[in-house]
T-cell receptor, first 111, second 111 residues
């Protein structure tokens, strides 16, 4: 079974802090994704990566950056957290264009 | 116009009913189609994956893709209270491409 893990299930941070969200997948998938999910807005793509050190902006990259130094790990960085970044963050991975598997999510609250 | 349209529901059915969930899309390049189930405060779980047109069955679940009508469906037979969740459709055109998600349909199966 594909397993996608995220470093934290719940996280509380203060405005202005730098926040790191880590994601690890164990199935040697090329593609990895970061989404945020908000009520009424659905899943929105922040960034994705189709190879080590490669990244592509998604629909809402502003205020975020990513890092992919190893194939199995994809990190999302909030450079200076703001209250409007309070959300559920979901990491996913996929093999080519096929099935995409999600992690359990990180519920981030920015105070 | 959104790439993927999905009725948000909520949809409420009695236990044992047949449930039909649907999505329409506008991009004829989509070839990969997925259905996810998401319980409250959890990550989406991949239920069904289909490439191109046709039907796929897995236990009580059947996925149908009609590319000529740009319409996909998920049928749940003998629905159970444990099926109560939000169901998301997703699709992709191929490698190095994003996945596009519906907004999700909330299903409630009453005992």
């Amino acid at each position: 079974d594909v397993k996608v893990t995220q470093s934290s299930r719940y996280l509380v941070k203060r405005t202005g802090e730098k926040v790191f969200l880590e994601c690890v997948q164990d199935m040697d998938h090329e593609n990895m994704f970061w989404y945020r999910q908000d009520p009424g807005l659905g899943l929105r793509l922040i960034y994705f990566s189709y190879d080590v050190k490669m990244k592509e902006k998604g629909d809402i990259p502003e205020g975020y950056s990513v890092s992919r130094e190893k194939k199995e790990r994809f990190s999302l960085i909030l450079e200076s957290a703001s209250t409007n970044q309070t959300s559920m963050y979901l990491c996913a991975s996929s093999l080519e264009a096929g099935e995409q598997f999600f992690g359990p999510g990180t519920r981030l609250t920015v105070l | 116009q959104k790439e993927v349209e999905q009725d948000p529901g909520p949809l409420s059915v009695p236990e044992g009913a047949i449930v039909s969930l649907n999505c329409t899309y506008s991009n004829s390049a989509f070839q990969y189609f997925m259905w996810y189930r998401q319980y409250s405060r959890k990550g989406p779980e991949l239920l069904m994956y289909t490439y191109s047109s046709g039907n796929k069955e897995d236990g009580r679940f059947t996925a149908q893709v009609d590319k000529s009508s740009k319409y996909i469906s998920l049928f749940i037979r003998d629905s159970q209270p444990s099926d109560s969740a939000t169901y998301l459709c997703a699709m992709s055109a191929g490698n190095f491409n994003k996945f596009y998600f519906g907004s999700g349909t909330k299903l409630n199966v009453k005992p």
